[in-house]
């Protein structure tokens, strides 16, 4: 038997590398779209009007189809990989979010955007906005930097601009913001995140306690993207009641997308 050269294999071995990039390049592109969560309005709310929400329907950025699982218990799981985000059809200017996760890995990372733009550049294949992040408690151990622990605030609820967005911290950490106190639970545990969100200013309630937000984002409308960061994560009774409009100019809503 005619052996295979080292030059050749490399060679083979190279192209092999290729197809698979281009095939997984190509099914981050591909087309898919799921329901999940649901929608309201206050004045729905306040009149009493019943059976009027709607679902969530989420339209893929630049993630796979098999990343994203709806069960019948209601429950969207994430596998983290790859790492991209999808969105929702839709903008939202002013609204009140609650959603529940929990991770599934430690140290596991995640995260929602709001008033993104949905359409990541350059390199980076994470979108512009404000995230609300998502991070296990273990994640300061797995990332101690020279040996020394980074502190707990950190882990849950950091918020901030990203992609060019601008934001002002209520507590900053640099241009971020983290939360004045720890109330995160760990892996397999479910967490409880409520999010007021007007006209540029973002709350954030965790597990039943404001502590934290941002004031003066530069962009005030958006779409919502979920993140796949790596690591499964799950979430539930995700709902946006949607709250009045305000003064909003042109240059601080994201461009609309196709669809």
């Known amino acids: ?4 050269s080292i030059k050749r294999k490399s060679a083979l071995l190279s192209v092999l590398i290729i197809v698979m990039i281009a095939f997984q390049a190509e099914a ?3 087309a898919f779209e799921f329901e999940f969560g649901e929608e309201d309005t206050l004045e729905n709310l306040i009149s009493g009007k019943s059976g009027e929400a709607s679902t969530i329907k989420w339209i893929n950025v630049n993630t796979v189809k098999e990343g994203w699982t709806v069960g ?8 983290g990989h790859p790492i991209g985000v ?5 903008q939202y200017e002013n609204f009140i979010l609650h959603v529940e996760w929990r991770h599934m890995e430690a140290g596991g990372n995640s995260g929602i955007f709001a008033w993104s733009g949905a359409d990541p550049k350059g390199n980076s294949p994470l979108p512009d906005g404000v995230e609300i992040q998502m991070l296990e408690l273990d994640w300061v151990n797995i990332n101690a930097k020279d040996g020394v622990q980074q502190p707990i605030a950190y882990v849950h609820g950091e918020v901030w601009g990203v992609g060019g967005v601008v934001t002002l911290p209520d507590n900053p950490r640099g241009e971020r913001s983290k939360s004045v106190e720890n109330r995160c639970k760990g892996k397999g545990e479910w967490n409880t995140y409520d999010v007021v969100c ?7 309630s965790v597990n039943g306690k404001f502590v934290n937000g941002i004031s003066k984002s530069t962009q005030k409308k958006g779409y919502f993207c979920l993140e796949s960061e790596g690591a499964e994560i799950h979430f539930r009774n995700l ?15 994201a461009p609309l997308l196709n669809k």
């Open 239 to 253: 709902k946006v009641i949607e709250l009045p409009p305000g003064v909003t100019t042109a240059e601080q809503i």
């Open 86 to 90: 999808v969105r929702s059809e839709k």
């Open 28 to 30: 981050q592109n591909e």
């Open 72 to 79: 019948a218990d209601g429950v969207l799981v994430n596998l």
């Open 198 to 204: 007007v006209d540029g200013v973002i709350k954030l």
């Open 1 to 4: 038997m005619k052996k295979i």
